[in-house]
């Protein structure tokens, strides 16, 4: 919402390879065709880079920002995901 106070930003780091190998997997039960497409996963993660990353180096200035490691099991993510949210509140 406009007005909304952002206190930090998190983003997951995956490899692009792996990315794109986990959305031709989720396309076999999406139900989106462009989740089979890789030239259309290819090209959203490039919009990504391009468009929204960036964001990401906006918020590193004033140490508002942390990379997480997206990669490994669950469980083991969703730890990094915490400890990242406890250390930039």
């Known amino acids: 919402n406009k007005g909304t106070e952002i206190s ?3 983003m997951l780091e ?5 990315i ?3 959305i031709l997997n989720r396309g076999k039960t999406s139900g989106r ?3 089979n497409d890789e030239a259309i996963i290819r090209d959203r993660i490039r919009v990504f880079n391009e468009q929204t990353a960036p964001i ?14 997206g990669v490994g099991g669950l469980e083991e ?4 995901l915490e400890e990242a ?3 930039i509140s």
């Open 85 to 87: 949210i406890v250390s």
């Open 20 to 22: 794109v190998t986990r």
């Open 14 to 18: 995956v490899d692009d390879n792996e």
């Open 77 to 80: 993510i969703l730890s990094r």
């Open 33 to 35: 065709s462009d989740d």
């Open 8 to 10: 930090g930003l998190l």
């Open 56 to 69: 990401y180096d906006f918020f590193a200035k004033t140490n508002r920002s942390i990379k997480v490691n």
